[in-house]
């Protein structure tokens, strides 16, 4: 069926660390994987996406990496900040599914100061 | 930067009453959708349009609920009688075909159903 789902619904680092968050997709025919940011109040803030013949991509502070063997995405944040507290999801779509993006549950990340 | 934008921020209704989402999606794109998030929850696709009709849908959005473009920049969602379970945040968004930065969200409206 189409979900997608994420490990750890909450993640507290400190300031200055690096942080991953991590998403398991299902769908093994998505072609397509964006990571959103939701700060408390707004919505669905665009960070990065990858689609399914690139493993790595890199942008300012965030990487995404793609694992379609294990059907695993992750982002990772370089040295987060307190701005970077806010809900982390992943969502993936597919031909299959239409245009429609199917997103995960969603990871709390909490920066400490 | 271009947006999307919403109205209202927040809307209270009685349960049972018709309320209309309103939306202004980016002038240049074409596809339009709405997705719900009931509190704290994930975000959920509720209806995608192209081309002034309905592309997909999901099985929440039964038929109490609509889409219309009425014109050039509107998009709207209409609940014919609201239910408590209802009460969420409605995200409108609005992409190219095959947009690579994926969709632009809007902030929201909240709806309570009393």
Redesign the interface.
């Known amino acids: 069926g189409e979900s997608v789902g994420l490990h750890l619904p909450t993640l507290s680092v400190q300031e200055g660390d690096n942080s991953i968050i991590n998403c398991a997709y299902s769908n093994s025919a998505s072609d397509y994987f964006i990571w959103y940011k939701q700060e408390s109040g707004k919505g669905p803030q665009f960070i990065i996406d990858i689609r399914s013949n690139m493993d790595k991509r890199q942008g300012q502070r965030v990487t995404v990496l793609l694992n379609k063997t294990v059907k695993h995405l992750s982002l990772q944040i370089a040295a987060t900040q307190p701005g970077d507290s806010a809900v982390y999801f992943c969502a993936e779509k597919s031909v299959e599914y239409g245009n429609k993006l199917v997103f995960g549950a969603g990871t709390i990340l909490r920066v400490k100061s | 930067e271009p947006e999307?934008t919403q109205t209202p921020s927040h809307q209270v209704t009685q349960m049972g009453q018709e309320v209309i989402l309103r939306c202004v999606p980016i002038s240049n794109h074409l596809?339009f959708?709405w997705?719900r998030q009931i509190l704290g929850?994930?975000?959920?696709?509720l209806v995608?349009f192209?081309n002034n009709e309905i592309?997909?849908k999901?099985e929440i959005f039964d038929d109490q609920f609509s889409v219309e473009r009425p014109d050039g920049s509107n998009f709207t969602l209409k609940i014919r009688s609201t239910k408590l379970e209802d009460s969420a945040m409605y995200?409108c968004?609005s992409?190219e075909?095959w947009d690579?930065?994926?969709?632009?969200?809007?902030?929201?409206t909240r709806l309570t159903v009393v």
């Open positions: 999307v596809y959708y997705y929850q994930k975000v959920e696709f995608s192209y592309s997909e999901s995200f968004a992409s075909p690579r930065e994926g969709y632009t969200f809007g902030s929201g």
